[in-house]
Every structure is written in structure tokens, then in C-alpha cells.
Antibody, heavy 119, light 108 residues
């Protein structure tokens, strides 16, 4: 059974930093592109970032480019999101999601971890 | 960036109804479209990809159609568990991915 378990979400002040983690199991982690998708409270879904199976390619939404860094450790079946220079508009539930066949749809999602940026 | 617009934003229906949700892309995206269902407090669930391919385990009452700019998600006979919010998502401009704003389906 595929499982994605996010962690690391907390309350942080504007300008602060945070690292999210996602532990994957139930599939061959290093075969798949992985993503972060977020959802602000009461709002829709927003794609944040993706990383290729080997970590060699990374992409970001314009809203987080230059502030967030995605990475992975295939030896630990783990995905990460380093979030710097946080803004109040980054407040959201952050989901880790597995790419279906490295084409851009998400066949499995974690339960999410909540990041709140507030003073 | 490709914009995805869903209609309606919300509506109500009764169990047993046939319902259709529409998603329109701001430019042609071929069939690079997925649909998700999200229930309150839960993660989204993939229903359909490639505009019309049903994800494994998804009931056959769900179907998708369309290509280019106009797409539809149809639920042929609403069940109580289908009341949720539905999102379309384009991946034509992969790696840049965008979602529609969502359609909330409520019980009448």
C-alpha cells in the first residue's frame, strides 16, 4: 500500500524558515517524480514544486521561486521542502504527492501538514 | 500560464441525479487533464487522467470527456459519498501545473 506521510508543519513568523518532510513507502520511491501541492485554508489547490526521480531536475511555481527548495533522499525514501523567507500568504496545508507516470497527474497524496505564517 | 476555469463554482443535486461539471482551459491542452475529488478534511483523490481514463478503483459512474479547451466530468447516478469538491488540473504545460478553482457539489 502506498503511503505518504508529511511532517514539519508549525506556526512560524513572517520571514522565518521551515523544512517539511514526506516519508514514502509502498512503492519504489526512486522511480518517480514527486511534488508538493498546497491548499490555503478554505481555498483551492496550488502546485508548488516538483523534483525528478534522481533529483536532477527541480521546478517551482512563480509564487515560491527563489524562496523554496525541494530535495529528496532516495536512500531514505524521503522528500523535503525547505521554505525560507516565509510570508503570510504561504499559510496552507502542504501535501506531498506522487506523480502517476512522471507526466503530471498525482495518483497518491499524503494527508498534509499545516504551515501557519503569522506574527 | 494556462488558466483553468470550472463551472459552476457550486451547485446542489440529489442522490440518483446525473451531474456534469465543466472545465475550460485558457488555451488548448490536448487531453492533458486530470480530475480529483476532495472531501472535507481529506486529501484529493485522483478520479480521471488523460481527460477520460478512469483511475483504478474509481467507480464507473464517473466519466470524463473533452479535448482542446473544453472538458467535462460526469457522474451518472449520484451517490451520497459523491458529495465533495471536484478539481480539474492541466499538465499540458508540465512541469508547470495548474488547477481549476474547484466545484463544490452539495446535497439538495
Amino acid at each position: 500500500e502506498v503511503q505518504l506521510v508529511e511532517s514539519g508543519g508549525v506556526v512560524v513568523q513572517p520571514g522565518g524558515s521551515l523544512r517539511l518532510s514526506c516519508a514514502a513507502s509502498g512503492f519504489t520511491f526512486d522511480d518517480y517524480t514527486m511534488h508538493w501541492v498546497r491548499q490555503a485554508p478554505g481555498k483551492g489547490l496550488e502546485w508548488v514544486s516538483l523534483i525528478s526521480w534522481d533529483g536532477g531536475s527541480t521546478y517551482y511555481a512563480d509564487s515560491v521561486k527563489g524562496r523554496f527548495t525541494i530535495s529528496r533522499d532516495n536512500s531514505k525514501n524521503s522528500l523535503y521542502l525547505q521554505m525560507n523567507s516565509l510570508r503570510t500568504e504561504d499559510t496552507a496545508l502542504y501535501y506531498c504527492a506522487k506523480d502517476g507516470v512522471s507526466s503530471g497527474w498525482f495518483d497518491y497524496w499524503g494527508q498534509g501538514t499545516l504551515v501557519t505564517v503569522s506574527s | 500560464a494556462i488558466r483553468m476555469t470550472q463551472s459552476p463554482s457550486s451547485f446542489s443535486a440529489s442522490t440518483g441525479d446525473r451531474v456534469t461539471i465543466t472545465c475550460r482551459a485558457s488555451q488548448g491542452i490536448s487531453s492533458y487533464l486530470a480530475w480529483y475529488q476532495q472531501k472535507p478534511g481529506k486529501a484529493p483523490k485522483l478520479l480521471i487522467y488523460a481527460a477520460s481514463t478512469l483511475q483504478s478503483g474509481v467507480p464507473s459512474r464517473f466519466s470524463g470527456s473533452g479535448s482542446g479547451t473544453d472538458f467535462t466530468l460526469t457522474i451518472s447516478c449520484l451517490q451520497s459519498e459523491d458529495f465533495a469538491t471536484y478539481y480539474c488540473q492541466q499538465y499540458y504545460s508540465y512541469p508547470t501545473i495548474t488547477f481549476g478553482q474547484g466545484t463544490r457539489l452539495e446535497i439538495k
